[in-house]
Every structure is written in C-alpha cells, then in structure tokens.
C-alpha cells in the first residue's frame, strides 16, 4: 500500500489487517524520500499473563522497511 502512494491510514489499515496488531499499541509511520518510501512500525507488547502479569515489563518491538515508489 504504501510504495502505490496509499494514504497514511491505508498504509495503517494494511498494517493492522496483515500483522494482528492492535492500533492502540502501535505507532505506524510513513516518510517519503524522493523514489523511496520507509514505513516504520513501533508496537508495545503488553504483558496479559494472569497474577505475574504485572511484574513483567512490556516489550516494544519495532520494524522498518524501505522500498521502490511505484509509479500510479
């Protein structure tokens, strides 16, 4: 979605449809250089394991990929 030019909330809803995330614990950006096209993905893993549940520490997991602009 986002090397065709979707907008910033297409790129987040191809996002959250593909991987599982929740929306509320993601942070998705896009930025544009010229024919190149970099999505970032910051998503914090809450830890929901009955009792021990709150001494865990969250997990934040990030990702990011650059690719080739297509052109439209």
Do not use: F
């Not at 987040?12 to 991987?19: F, K, L, N, R, T």
Request: no cysteine; net charge neutral.
């Amino acid at each position: 979605m986002a090397a065709t030019g979707g907008s910033t909330r297409q790129v987040e809803d191809a996002v959250i449809g593909s991987s599982g995330l929740s929306l509320r614990d993601s942070r998705i950006t896009r930025s544009v250089d010229g024919d190149r096209v970099t999505v970032k993905v910051v998503h914090v893993a809450r830890t929901e394991v009955p009792l021990v549940g709150p001494l865990l520490p969250e997990v934040t997991l990030s990702a990011t990929v650059t690719m080739h602009r297509e052109a439209g």
